[in-house]
Structures are given as C-alpha cells and as structure tokens.
C-alpha cells in the first residue's frame, strides 16, 4: 500500500530509545511508531507482520522493558529498533514495515 506523506511531531518530541505513536492518516488509532534511535529518527507502520495487528498494550507503550526492542505486545515478538528485523517470535526474520523519514 502506497501512503501518502504525513507530519508526526517535532523532532524535539522524539525521545531517545521511546517509541510514540501517530495517527497521521486521521484512521481513528495509531497507525506509526517512531522514535529516535541512536540519533537517528525510525518510523514504522504499527503492524505486526505475523498477524497484522497493532503492537502496544496502551498508548505509547511499544518498548520492551530494557528498552532495547520493539515490542508487539500481542504475542511478544521483539524487533530491532533500527531496522525493525524480528529477533525474537513467531515472525522471526520479517521486519517491521519501514516508513520514509523526512526531517
């Protein structure tokens, strides 16, 4: 599916290692999860690809515990923030689906 741009946030509202999520496309839940990682901004659609569901359990809650991945709390597959590669789960080896970042 081909998006069209959209604006997230000021750079500035992106914390280093938290994951936040958008809903550009005004669809009513959020649709983008981006964050800073390692100074560098990642967005992500928020879709697991193992079943094509949203991965927080609330608001803004994408990160593990240790901060260190990506978490789909549906079924805990882990997916590195800088590449959005499952490391962890049933989709080990999909990835994340990568969004244009333009700042």
Known sequence: MDLEP??????????EGHAKGFDPWLEGR?????????????AYRNLCPHLDVAMQYRKDKFMSGDGKHI??????AL?????GECVLGPCLGQSLQALAVIQ
């Open 6 to 15: 959209a604006y997230l946030c000021h750079l500035n509202q992106l914390e």
């Open 30 to 42: 959020d649709t983008v999860v981006a964050l800073q990682w390692r100074g560098e901004v990642r």
């Open 71 to 76: 978490v789909c709390f549906a079924h805990g």
């Open 79 to 83: 997916f590195r923030p800088d590449d």
